[in-house]
């Protein structure tokens, strides 16, 4: 049994994938491993070198997507509120007055009446009226969706970094392994050639 799960720990296939990110092996045994690869250390080196910077650049197109959808949520969150507010003035017969942005830095004041629907600007110049029941619901849609996004992201982010480490681990062990390797087989040398 021990044998086997030694056997399988250093098998070149990668056992575990999430979402496209290809699992990184531990290699318990580096020659083993080499033999197993048909590498040789130089060769797996460089392979290893290569993954990690494949998991630092898929690591860093992650951390955008998060930044965007960290950015996301509070805004789906503030035009919740704004419809929540429109709501409750609704029948009130109170006008609402309101600064909104018009363009980046230039604000405009607006008495907004009594009012039963909303226009949602969904993005890529498209901006649609709703009621503000239909408003809210997509919104807190919305919401949901990209709260579950974010986690998913943080759980990818995760089992990335970790990729990450296991392999600079791998790069350690096989690069130390060829150490001592140079240093064995130049203590026989010496050792020969003391004896002749």
Known sequence: MAAASSSSSTSPKMTTERRGIPG??????????????????NSALAFLQE???????????LLAQQRDLQAKIPDIEKCLDVVATLQAKKGTGEALIADFEVSEGIYSRARIEDNDSVCLWLG???????????????LKKNLENAKAS????????????????????????????????????QTAASAAANDS
């Open 24 to 41: 990184a092996q531990f290699v318990e045994d580096v020659e083993i491993f080499l033999s197993q690869t048909g590498l040789d250390v």
């Open 51 to 61: 993954r990690l910077q494949q998991y630092k650049l898929v690591e860093m197109k």
């Open 124 to 138: 890529a110049n498209v901006m649609l009226e709703y009621s503000c029941e239909e408003a809210t619901s997509l």
């Open 150 to 185: 974010l986690e998913v992201l943080i759980a990818d982010l995760q089992f990335l970094r970790d990729q990450v480490t296991i392999t600079q681990v791998t790069i350690a062990r096989v690069y130390n392994w060829d150490v001592h390797q140079r240093r064995i087989r």
